[in-house]
């Protein structure tokens, strides 16, 4: 079996820039994530929802962090509320 | 309807053509330098339990008597190009994926041939008998490479867009563009086959692989995937030069590789126009082969300076060379450059960027510059706000 290599996706087709991508997020009780990736959260500098396209059949409702890690990055994760998982995606 | 041809362990047979009668022993591709991995097998090799991807010693404990043939890139490259030479010689416009998988239109070719199977019939014809070609069609690329995956050697088979969705649903999830940990993982799940992936729930498989595992899904459920993209047909243009021994010497090899150079830049096919991608190939001892592509930051026709760009290449040659080949991969379009009296404001800039672009082009192939348009900057959901758009005009 010659299995589909990724590269036949054709080099002409326009991609979304900035999707988000799946992350590892351990978080508190009440929502706030202590681990990303694996790494402590030092401070949650920002919180913010997201909550549109409730009108088609795919709604977005998200739950957004911007948070600084103990190695000093600083990145945005989100807790997407339909899908129950944690994204990171730059805001 | 597009067409795909497959040639299973193409890479195998390639490196076994100057030793066919091997095809009919147990005998797999050695790893690479520092790797422990097989690489493809042969019939006979997978009938006795070696599979592509084994680590060497667990090979050699299933089949003690497998026979390791060296990886010869070079080769491949060759085969593969030959191949595909034929098949545009044949009028097919081709869109090669990797060596052994190839897609190309059936749209204009069929009256040409009459018919879709005696079309494919003679772009199996095209890529020759020993080779066993796999050839499928269907009004999908995902569809027609799995046909042609099915199909049995020499043999072409045609899915109509009714059947698809059934044909797909049984065969394994290989066939979908994933990474490897994503197959791994859905078979973690008990899920094996295109079908159980399709039945899914779209939301759930978005969460748990991503967008490359929502387009999968999305592929597995008959959504129309991407259309054939044909190459432009490259001119052969190379020199090759023999020598009588062995030559590890730099400053020979430099010699040699100035004389070629000074062939192929008389060669009249070349119209004045100026070398934009350029490959320098030996044959080394023992047989296995090596190449280093370049890409010229500017089209140049000088000799000083595309020996100063490739002889810095032969300094990596892993042993000593036999054969010497030069080839030029792609040219430019202009046969020189007009010089202004006053440049327009600007106007050198521009040039230069549209430069850089086409070398980006040639050195990375179609889809390697892109555009980045902004389709909703005020919209809150970040991914809505921009598209990348390749841009291969």
Known sequence: MVAHTRSTRSSRTARRLNAPRPALVESHAGGLPRRVNRQDVSTVCEEWRVVDRWWT??????????????????????HDDDAGAWFTQRA | ?????????????????????LQAKPAALAPLAGETLIGSVTGPAAALGVRPGMRLGEALATCPQLELVEQDPAAVEQAWEEILRRLEDAGFQVEPIE?????????????????????????????????????????????????????????????SDDRTRSFLAPLPLQLLPLER???????????????????????????????????????????????????????????????PEAVGNGLTLRRGLAVLVDRLLARPERAGRPPRKVAVWARLVGGASWRRTV???????DPARLRAALGAKLTELPAPALKLRLEVSSLAEH??????????EGEVLQHRL??????????????????VVEVAPWSRIPEARAVLVPRDD
Do not use: C
């Open chain 1, 57 to 78: 059949e795919e709604p977005i409702a998200r739950r957004y962090f911007e948070v600084v890690l103990e190695t000093g990055e600083n990145t945005v994760v989100f």
């Open chain 2, 1 to 21: 309807m597009i067409a795909a041809i497959v040639i299973q362990a193409f890479d195998l047979r390639a490196a076994l053509r100057p030793r066919p009668r």
């Open chain 2, 99 to 159: 060596p052994g998988i190839v897609y190309f239109e059936t749209k204009g070719i069929e009256r040409l041939y009459g018919g879709l199977e005696p079309a494919l019939k003679r772009a199996l014809a095209a890529v020759g008998p020993t080779w066993d070609g796999r050839a499928g069609a269907a009004e999908r690329r995902l569809a027609a490479l799995a046909a042609a995956n099915v199909a049995r050697p020499g043999q072409a088979l045609i899915v």
């Open chain 2, 181 to 243: 940990e994503r197959y791994e993982e859905l078979e973690e799940l008990g899920v094996r086959t295109i079908g159980q992936l399709a039945g899914l729930p779209g939301a759930a498989v978005a969460d748990r692989l991503g967008p490359d595992g929502r387009r999968a899904w999305s592929l597995a459920r008959g959504e129309r995937d991407s259309s054939v993209a044909p190459r432009r047909p490259v001119a052969a243009l190379h020199e090759t030069l023999e020598f």
């Open chain 2, 295 to 301: 890409t010229l930051r500017e089209p140049t026709a």
């Open chain 2, 335 to 344: 046969t020189g450059e007009q010089l202004e009296l006053v440049a327009a």
């Open chain 2, 354 to 371: 549209r430069e850089g672009l086409r070398q980006v082009r040639a050195a990375v192939g179609a889809g390697g510059v892109s555009t």
